[in-house]
């Protein structure tokens, strides 16, 4: 299935949960995906003469360089991500685990959608990106745009991932961390090693 956002996705490469191949697909295919469905919706939206369609949208007025933005997006994407880690990894819900995960971080997006508005919303870099294109016919031109939807994004999936190891062991883009995990009473003992060997 889909990642929630390409910084989902960042977040599964640098935990090797997926590779670089699997990882550019997602994100294309991700893109591919918004630019597609705008356009479908809206039509189906004026078909139907539902609410005109809206989506996340930076501002910089008083924010230029995209700062406020983009810290909003960074903490909202670390607490997505520890959502993510959560309801996957860490909790079993037995033979519905499937549909209370999915549940579980629906709610949790909405709740994070509403308490981080700075970005537009958004806690997607295709989200934002896709809707600007779709709502001006052009990439976006400013650079507060990719600092709030890409950047900040990318880089609270990779503070996510490393927090994620510090607690539950693995590694961050093949490399070990000196710290953790502090899941399971911290690093083997010598002895247990070469149990495992």
């Known amino acids: 299935g889909q990642h929630v956002t390409p910084a989902v996705t960042l977040s599964m490469y640098a935990l090797g949960k997926c590779n670089y191949t699997e990882a550019f697909v997602r994100i294309m295919g991700s893109m591919a995906g918004g630019l597609v469905a705008f356009p479908l919706f809206k039509a189906f939206a004026d078909s139907m003469k539902l609410t005109p369609l809206g989506g996340p949208e930076f501002n910089p007025s008083g924010d230029e360089e995209g700062i406020n933005a983009g810290f909003s997006e960074f903490l909202a994407v670390v607490l997505l991500m520890i959502i993510i880690y959560t309801v996957n ?39 934002g990106t896709t809707w600007y294109i779709f709502a001006n016919g052009a990439y976006p031109d400013h650079l507060g745009h990719y600092f709030t939807y890409w950047v900040s994004p990318f880089l609270a999936a990779i503070v996510a991932s490393c927090m994620y190891v510090i607690y539950a062991g ?16 911290g690093k083997s003992t010598t002895s247990e090693s070469k149990k495992k060997k």
């Open 170 to 185: 693995g590694t961050v883009f093949g490399k070990t961390l000196p710290l953790g995990p502090i899941k399971g009473g």
């Open 89 to 127: 990894w860490e909790l079993n819900f037995g033979k519905f685990h499937y549909w209370i995960k999915q549940t579980l971080t629906a709610i949790g997006i909405r709740y994070l959608i509403e308490t981080f508005p700075t970005a537009g919303p958004a806690i997607n870099p295709m989200l």
